[in-house]
């Protein structure tokens, strides 16, 4: 069992800190290592009666190009449960609401430097509302639909290498391979761009 032995503040930002942890571990060895303090966050994967899909390409600074990733968003409202935060970024992001929701994972995001824990969830019975973006870059993202069953290979041809996405395709394949999906009623107007068939 490993001990924590000190933690210096290093730096704090708006919703991310770093500081300085060391922890004496089961030999009585001390590791030091700088650390990034996230709140956590939540990845929604909404799927259309039909198989499909609603995600987002936007811009990212990080790697100064677009990415397509799966709605998601940070736990940084005091009190808010992982659901909550779920539906708020399904709303904001991509405009929907939904009926049937199942969380189906949750997941480090990267451990070798910061303690980060996502909360995936499948979200499933759309319906269309009106989109609220909150960001410079949600403002200027577009709405992408795709099969489910195409995430494989959109994976491995490297058009899709987000990890939060990567990994909440894989999950949501593994749990609908078990579950019958409900209902849904999808936005059919237009603004979302189809990969694949043109049907949502």
Not at 105 to 121: I, Q, W
Not at 146 to 154: I, T, V
């Amino acid at each position: 069992m490993a001990e924590l032995v000190s933690d210096r503040p290093i730096w704090r930002g708006d919703f991310l800190s770093l500081s300085e942890m060391t922890w004496q571990v089961d030999q009585g060895d001390e590791v030091t290592r700088v650390v990034v303090h996230h709140p956590g966050a939540v990845v929604v994967v909404p799927v259309t009666t039909s198989g499909r899909v609603i995600a987002v390409k936007q811009f990212r600074a990080s790697v100064g190009g677009d990415l397509l990733e799966l709605c998601a968003g940070k736990r940084d409202v005091q009190g808010e449960v992982p659901i909550e935060t779920a539906k708020r970024e399904l709303e904001e992001e991509l405009g929907l609401f939904a009926d049937h929701w199942v969380q189906i994972a949750r997941f480090r995001n990267s451990p070798g430097f910061c303690d980060e824990v996502s909360y995936l969830f499948l979200a499933m019975g759309l319906t269309a509302g009106s989109r609220a973006p909150q960001s410079i870059e949600e403002r200027n993202s577009s709405l992408v639909s795709f099969k489910l069953e195409d995430s494989f290979s959109m994976v491995t041809s490297g058009v899709i290498d987000d990890a939060k996405t990567i990994i909440g395709l894989l999950q949501t394949q593994a749990y609908l391979q078990n579950v019958p999906m409900p209902s849904i009623v999808v936005d059919q107007s237009g603004l979302i761009e189809t990969i694949g068939a043109a049907s949502v």
